[in-house]
C-alpha cells in the first residue's frame, strides 16, 4: 500500500493493473502471459466457482476431470476447430527425455478429449442424457497479455453434455446461458445482455455460440461466458453415437458452455472507483472489516471488546476484525477501501460511550456513505447495508450502461457510439458490414441480443432490409 493509486477516471487502463496488484488479487509471474493469483483473489474466484457450482448441481450436471494433455490428431477431427485454435496452442513435444512419437496438445479446450470418452460411454438412450462439468485450467498462448482478462493459462469451468435430441442439447444451451446470466447480475452486480454471436465470431467447431456481454467503466465489453449449441458436429468427428428405441444408430447432439478468471476482470472493472474496488457483499471475500480506534490502553480494552462483540454477532459473514496495532485508523481505511471491502464497521471510544457502532459504506464515500446505529441492532443493520450496497451497485451499473448505449439508424451514429460505448443497431447480416464496421472502427458485433424490438429495419451499414438488431462494441 501507500503507492499511490492512479485515478480511474484519469487513466483506466493503468488504474486496472495497478489496483489488480496493490489489492493483492494477482501477481505476474516468471513466465510472460501468466499470472500468479494470489490468495485475496483466489478467494474471489472460490466464490464465483462456489455461486455456480451449485447452479450446476441444481441443475442435474456432476463434476470430472479430464486429463490436461490431448493426443495433437483429435484436435485434428473437427476442421474448424483446429482451425480456430491452431494460432493459441501449447504443443508438448518431449518427454521422459525423448521425442514423443505423437505431440499432445496442452488443452484450450476439452471438446475432443471428452468427445472421445463419450464415444465409448454412451451405447443407448438409457445412457442419456450425459451432464458433465470440469473445473481445470487451459491454456491459450497470449500475445497481448493482461492480468486476469488474458493470460496464458487460466482456470475455468467447461461444461459438455451430451442429449438425444436436437430440442434438448438447444434447451441446454439456452439454460445455461440464463444460468451465467443470473449468477452475473445476481451475485456478482454485472448486468449483461444475451445473444447469439454472429458466424464469424463463434466458438471454433460450433453451430451456434451463445454469450452474455457486460459493459466496462470505460464503455467497451467484455464476453463474460459463453454456451455453445455443437448440433452434431463433434459427434461425427468422434462418433458419438447411440442406439434410439427403435434399434437404429444416431449421433447425439452436444453443447459446451464456460467461464472464466476473466470474469473477476469484469467485477473489478465494473465496480472500482479512484479509490480502488469495491466488491459486490456476494462476492467479496471480506464483506465486513471492523475497525477499533483506540489511543491508550484503557480504550483499547473497550473498543476492542465491543468490536469482538460485533464480529460474534455476525455468524454466517465473511468478517475481518482489524486490531493490528502497527497502523493507524486512517491507513486501515484506506488499505480495506484499495481492497474494495463493501463495508467498515468503526468503533471507537466515544462510540462505546454512546452504546453505537459507525457502518461506513464503501460504495458511497465519505460522510454521506457513513451512519451510526445502536450496537445491540449492529448485526440487522450490518446485514441490510449489505443487501442495500449489492443493489445499489447493480442498478448504479445498469445506470451507466443506459447512458452510454445508444440506438444508432445510421453509419455516424453507429461508429460515434462505439467511441463511447454500446451501439444497437439494424444488421443486415452480411459478412461485408460486419468487417466494415470493425475495420472502420474496431468494434465487433458483440451478439445478437435475444430481446429484439418488433419488426425490422435497414442496416446502419449497407441500407439494405435487416430482420435484427445486432449489439456493436470495442472489445476486451
Ligand atoms: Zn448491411
Known amino acids: 500500500m501507500a503507492k499511490g493509486l492512479t485515478p480511474r477516471s484519469e487513466d483506466y487502463a493503468k488504474w486496472y493493473n495497478e489496483v489488480v496488484q496493490q489489492a493483492e488479487l494477482a501477481d505476474y509471474a516468471p513466465v510472460r502471459g501468466c499470472m500468479i493469483i494470489r490468495p485475496y483473489g483466489y478467494t474471489l474466484w472460490e466464490n464465483i466457482r462456489s455461486e455456480l457450482d451449485r447452479r450446476f448441481k441444481e441443475s442435474g450436471h456432476v463434476n470430472a476431470y479430464f486429463p490436461l494433455f490431448i493426443p495433437f490428431s483429435f484436435l485434428e477431427r473437427e476442421a474448424e ?21 505423437e505431440p499432445l496438445a496442452v488443452r484450450p479446450t476439452s471438446e475432443t478429449v471428452i468427445g472421445h470418452m463419450y464415444a465409448k460411454w454412451i451405447q443407448s438412450y438409457r445412457d442419456l442424457p450425459v451432464l458433465i462439468n470440469q473445473w481445470a485450467n487451459v491454456v491459450r498462448w497470449e500475445m497481448r497479455p493482461r492480468l486476469f482478462l488474458r493470460t496464458t493459462e487460466f482456470l475455468w469451468q467447461e461444461g459438455h453434455t451430451a442429449h438425444a435430441t436436437r430440442r434438448e442439447a438447444e434447451e441446454e444451451v439456452i439454460r445455461m446461458l440464463n444460468v451465467y446470466a443470473e449468477f452475473a447480475e445476481q451475485v456478482a452486480a454485472v448486468p449483461v445482455i444475451k445473444g447469439l454471436k454472429s458466424q464469424s465470431e463463434k466458438f471454433a467447431g460450433a453451430v451456434d455460440s451463445y454469450t452474455i456481454e457486460a459493459m466496462m467503466g470505460d464503455g467497451r465489453a467484455l464476453q463474460s461466458a459463453t454456451s455453445h449449441d455443437l448440433g452434431q458436429n463433434f459427434a461425427r468427428a468422434f462418433d458419438i453415437t447411440f442406439q434410439d428405441p427403435d434399434g437404429g444408430l444416431q449421433h447425439c447432439w452436444t453443447t459446451s458452455w464456460g ?183 474496431s468494434a465487433t458485433i458483440r451478439c445478437i441480443p435475444l430481446d429484439q424490438p418488433e419488426g425490422s429495419g435497414r442496416c446502419a451499414v449497407c441500407g439494405e432490409e435487416a430482420a435484427s438488431k445486432a449489439l456493436f462494441a470495442r472489445a476486451y
Open 259 to 441: 467461464m472464466s478468471t476473466r470474469f473477476v476482470g469484469a467485477v473489478v472493472m465494473v465496480h472500482g472507483d479512484d479509490q480502488g474496488l469495491i466488491l459486490p457483499p456476494r462476492l467479496a471475500p471480506i464483506q465486513v472489516v471492523i475497525v477499533p480506534i483506540w489511543r491508550t490502553e484503557e480504550e483499547k480494552t473497550q473498543v476492542v471488546e465491543a468490536a469482538l462483540k460485533v464480529e460474534r454477532s455476525l455468524p454466517g459473514l465473511r468478517v475481518e476484525l482489524d486490531e493490528r496495532e502497527q497502523f493507524t485508523p486512517g491507513y486501515k481505511y484506506n488499505e480495506w477501501e484499495l481492497r474494495g471491502v463493501p463495508l467498515r464497521v468503526e468503533v471507537g471510544p466515544r462510540d462505546v460511550r454512546k452504546s453505537q457502532v459507525v457502518l461506513a459504506r464503501r460504495d458511497v464515500p465519505g460522510r454521506e456513505g457513513k451512519r451510526a446505529v445502536p450496537a445491540d441492532g449492529a448485526a440487522d443493520a450490518v446485514r441490510e447495508e449489505l443487501d442495500s450496497i449489492q443493489e445499489a451497485l447493480l442498478q448504479r451499473a445498469l445506470e451507466f450502461r443506459r447512458a452510454r448505449t445508444v440506438e444508432a439508424e445510421d453509419y455516424d451514429a453507429l461508429s460515434a457510439a462505439v467511441a463511447e460505448g454500446f451501439a444497437l443497431a439494424w444488421w443486415c447480416g452480411g459478412d461485408g458490414c460486419e468487417a466494415r464496421i470493425k475495420e472502420e472502427t
Open 81 to 101: 476447430h483446429v482451425e480456430g485454435f491452431s494460432p493459441e496452442l501449447a504443443v508438448v513435444t518431449h518427454g521422459g527425455g525423448k521425442e514423443l512419437e
